[in-house]
């Protein structure tokens, strides 16, 4: 700062004036990283993550995703590989979702609770190569039906809450079986937390945790993510069970019955278009709150990243800063691997 003779004495008359009596100059604290790194009030580490994993059946094959820069559809290997990098920047946790061929796909999704199918073969191989890391597996049928939708249709194209529940139960006690640590049921069906949390207890999985796609909106944010699985519903749209974009009330009537249903964790999906409703559920509930940054959201800032128009590392910095500033403890992302380096 360069305090010249003229500079005080423009300063001093200034003085006089009733700018210069301004008590309170935020700005102050602003003045250089020293004091802005003790004021700064919410800080990204690598614990606030969890970071998607997409696993296909096969041995070190890696497909690319045209709608995902830098994300991958993984070998079972090769998923190893990389939770075990993400383990070591201090990445707590991945979350598996499956990449299922069309052969293996029916109106039951019946290939989603196989023993051996390739989510609960990797949970397998991750627990054993690496026990300290936090596995989930998400629950829903939608990788695994014919027709792409998260449940069980009836013959007009209803989906049926009660039956998908059921089987959406064989799906988590296989995740169990093969030793995940939590389960993340994203279908949206009415009371299955409690009919997994009921069911897991009776099946002496007392210690499996549910972290619930509470409130999931139907979003156009998930294209992506359908476009990697191949798992787009091929008739109507899920507007009957995710939830209206337009609501944020409904959203905690589903936070309360899902604590009530013994959830452990709450999720909120998509996260940085709904931070007013990661917001009101901080102050509803004393559960941790994770929010989901999907596909959607990940893929737009990677396009306008790479047509040169913002600067992609700062723009997903921002995005999940916004997250955890609007009350989220968790955030998912595909981003973490590329952002927690970059972390002071
Ligand atoms: C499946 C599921 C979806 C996502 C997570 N679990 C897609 C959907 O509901 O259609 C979306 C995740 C993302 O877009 O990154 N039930």
């Not at 201090?90 to 069309?102: K, N, Q, R, T």
């Not at 998908?164 to 988590?172: A, I, R």
Request: net charge negative.
């Amino acid at each position: 700062m360069t305090d010249t003779k003229t500079e005080r004495a423009a300063n001093t008359r200034r003085a006089d004036t009733y700018l210069s009596w301004q008590l309170r100059r935020p700005r102050r604290n602003r003045q250089s990283e020293a004091l802005r790194s003790m004021v700064r009030e919410t800080h990204l580490t690598a614990k606030d993550f969890i970071l998607p994993l997409f696993v296909r059946e096969g041995e070190g094959q890696r497909d690319a995703i045209d709608s995902m820069p830098d994300v991958f559809r993984l070998t079972p290997d090769l998923v190893l590989r990389e939770a075990e990098k993400a383990f070591k920047m201090g990445i707590p946790a991945v979350i598996l979702f499956a990449f299922v061929s069309p052969d293996k796909k029916d109106a039951k999704g019946s290939e989603a609770y196989r023993s051996d199918n390739v989510v609960n073969e990797t949970v397998k191989l991750l627990k054993r190569e690496l026990p300290e890391l936090c596995v989930m597996v998400d629950i829903a049928l939608d990788p695994y039906t014919d027709h792409g939708h998260d449940g069980v249709l009836c013959p007009k194209g209803r989906i049926l809450n009660d039956p998908s529940c059921e089987v959406l139960g064989k799906m988590t006690l296989a995740a169990a079986e093969a030793g995940a640590d939590f389960v993340a049921p994203s279908d949206m069906m009415d009371g299955r937390v409690g009919y997994l949390r009921r069911l897991l207890d009776s099946h002496n999985f007392q210690d499996v945790g549910i972290l619930s796609y509470t409130v999931k909106y139907t979003s156009a944010c998930y294209a992506p993510f359908r476009d990697a699985l191949q798992s787009a519903p091929k008739i109507g749209d899920k507007k009957t069970y995710q939830m209206d974009p337009a609501n944020v009330r409904e959203a905690l009537i589903e936070a309360k019955l899902d604590e009530d249903e013994g959830a452990d964790m709450l999720m909120v999906k998509p996260a940085g278009l709904y931070l007013d409703v990661i917001a009101k559920m901080r102050q509803q509930t004393e559960l941790p709150i994770a929010a989901f940054h999907v596909s959607g959201e990940y893929s737009m800032v990677k396009a306008a990243a790479q047509l040169g128009w913002i600067d992609g590392d700062r723009m997903m910095h921002e995005a999940l800063l916004g997250i955890k500033r609007a009350g989220a403890d968790i955030i998912l992302s595909y981003a973490a691997p590329q952002i927690v380096p970059l972390l002071g």
